[in-house]
């Protein structure tokens, strides 16, 4: 099933790319929980989002506040079986205020029956290797 796993990751990161909130959605698990650790780092705030409500809360967020301008490469994807673990880089510009930032960039993507249980964020790929359980 792991082959599964990082197809459907691509699928949703295309979906995000695209701003097709129900194409990621389809993607995600109904209890779904995605952690994002770009708030805690911008705004001083940990954020976890639940379910498909949370998701689409969380959309919103990225998609039309001032922080809207997020695009992501991936530069590495690994297969851990039943998790994928994404590392790359992040790139952050603000609609209002024009400022850019660049940053280091990971996920840590865990699945159920081909969809996406858990997702957490990393602002270093060091960290989301340690949560990983690799050592590099």
Known sequence: MSQEN?????RARDAWDADD???FLSEADPEVEWHIAI??????????????DGVRRAWEEYHRTA????????????????????????E????TAG???GQEFAQLITFRDGK?????????????LEAAGIEE
């Open 39 to 52: 708030e805690q780092a911008l705004e001083g705030r940990e954020s976890t989002y639940r379910g498909h």
């Open 67 to 90: 922080w809207g301008g997020f695009t992501s490469q991936a530069e590495e994807i690994r297969d851990l079986g039943e998790s994928v673990l994404l590392l790359g880089h992040l």
């Open 6 to 10: 990082v197809n459907t990751l691509h």
């Open 116 to 128: 996406i249980l858990r997702a957490e964020d990393f602002l270093s790929h060091a960290e989301a």
């Open 99 to 101: 400022i850019e930032l």
């Open 92 to 95: 952050v510009s603000g609609r």
């Open 21 to 23: 909130l129900d194409a």
